[in-house]
């Protein structure tokens, strides 16, 4: 016996269930030629003939019908196991593995995921949160966000740009009111200076820091501390606008020189280089440009 193709079994159980070549074409949606060379392979394959035809008639020969009462079953549980692959559901489906900073993904990508998970919810998602730059491949992530001055020349990853960012500078209502409110870059000159360092990708350049003048007396690596000392009157910092924005508004933080920042880069959707683009992926992919469109200014693409 040669080898078997499964798709000739499957145009045979459709021959079988409609005793017609041509009804069994129009079920399947391929030419009638199609079916008949199945058959015709099906059987040189087997070494027996499977149907006994007629200019009028098609009908089962012994061996046909013990080979029916074999296929059913398994076919169907073929059929079904098939309909049930995630990626391949008319609805999003499947689990999601993501990765971005701890301040990023709490001030803004939490609001986003709730609304993500509501309007698809046949999608889990997974949300891993550091500062460390993870290997998607290697760790088994589905995406990332990143805050990146310039698109990343890894050729295994796929980023698409989904907003801007920039650094500007907030205090404290209480410190301005007893240090004084500066005017102009220069008026830095003495003032207390809180900064992000290290490895966030929050932390300005050395010319953005020259240009400030500022007397940096506290340093850390993490956006929610930087931003909770200037709360509590440490001094002047720079902040990107999304950690700053709900203080400014509950006047806990003030903007400071509203027509100065520094910029920072983009936010992109990282995920690993491959021709196929799961559908829950796009999903995702497409509701953050949506969400993140109202909050940033869009540019770039995907490449």
């Known amino acids: 016996m040669g080898t078997i193709d499964l798709n000739h ?23 009638k030629s199609t ?6 392979s099906l059987e040189a394959a087997l070494g027996v003939r499977v149907l006994q035809r007629t200019t009028r008639t098609v009908a089962l020969t012994t061996a046909g019908q013990a080979l029916v009462s074999r296929l059913a079953s398994p076919l169907q549980a073929l059929t079904e196991a098939i309909a049930g692959i995630p990626e391949l559901a008319d609805e999003p489906s499947g689990s999601l593995r993501l990765t971005a900073t701890a301040d990023f993904g709490a ?30 491949v290697k760790e088994g992530f589905d995406a990332a966000f990143r805050i990146l ?18 650094l500007q500078f907030y205090a404290s209502p209480e410190y301005l009111r ?6 102009a870059l220069e008026d830095l000159s003495g003032h207390d200076g809180v900064m992000i360092v290290g490895t966030s990708p929050f932390a300005p350049d050395e010319e953005a820091l020259m240009r400030a003048r500022l007397q940096v007396r506290l340093t850390a690596d993490d956006g929610f501390f930087a931003r909770e000392a200037l709360r509590h009157g440490m001094g002047i910092g720079l ?3 999304f950690l700053a924005q709900q203080d400014v508004l509950a006047g806990k933080l003030v903007r400071v020189l509203p027509r100065w920042a520094a910029p920072t880069g983009g936010v992109f959707l990282v995920r690993p280089s491959g021709q196929h683009l799961p559908r829950k992926l796009l999903a995702l992919r497409d509701h953050v440009v ?14």
């Open 9 to 31: 079994l499957s145009v045979f159980a459709a021959v079988a269930e409609t005793a017609s070549f041509t009804e069994a074409a129009r079920r399947l949606g391929v030419p």
């Open 290 to 303: 949506e969400a993140l469109g109202r909050r940033f200014s869009l540019s770039g693409g995907e490449g």
């Open 107 to 136: 001030e803004v990508l939490a609001e986003i995921m709730a609304g993500f998970c509501r309007r698809y919810p046949r999608i889990s998602v997974a949300m891993h949160l550091s500062p460390r730059p993870v290997d998607l």
């Open 178 to 183: 007893v240090r004084g409110t500066p005017k």
């Open 239 to 241: 902040l990107p606008s």
């Open 35 to 40: 079916v008949s060379r199945a058959i015709a």
């Open 149 to 166: 001055g310039k698109k990343p020349r890894d050729s295994g990853l796929i980023a698409r740009k989904v907003g801007e960012l920039s």
